[in-house]
């Protein structure tokens, strides 16, 4: 069970923290990540981190967006600084398990809405 939190409506340059509270603990699943889904489009990827603690990030989320997390707080965070307009989206936290049989089982929370507007 995930939930997200911390988005909403910032003008553009500036920044938001969204964040991700998980009902388990998160080093139990490979990987977290946020993916993103824009009116009319489909829905991306925006950053990972894996198990291990290392990170992926997409080109455009590169340099001005960081994912981080908690293990204590069983959370998972991603910062963004200098957000565009075409920033704005419905942002989902995502957790991938990976079974026996390399099958990826991914879990979704609701969202949360960054609008990125003057």
């Known amino acids: 069970h995930l939930v997200e939190s911390g988005g909403g409506l910032v003008q553009p340059g500036g920044s938001l923290r969204l964040s991700c509270a998980a009902s388990?603990?998160?080093?139990?699943?490979?990987?977290m990540g946020w993916s993103r889904q824009a009116p009319g489009k489909e829905r991306e990827l925006v950053a990972a981190?894996?198990?291990?603690?290392?990170?992926y990030y997409e080109d455009f989320a590169e340099g001005r967006f960081t994912i981080s997390r908690d293990g204590s707080k069983n959370t998972l965070y991603l910062q963004m600084n200098s957000l565009k307009p075409d920033d704005t989206a419905m942002y989902y936290c995502?957790?991938?398990?990976?079974?026996?049989?390399?099958?990826?089982?991914?879990?979704w929370g609701q969202g949360t809405q960054v609008t990125v507007s003057s």
């Open positions: 388990e603990n998160i080093f139990s699943v490979n990987a």
């Open positions: 981190i894996n198990r291990d603690g290392s990170t």
């Open positions: 995502l957790a991938r398990r990976v079974t026996s049989t390399q099958a990826n089982v991914d879990s």
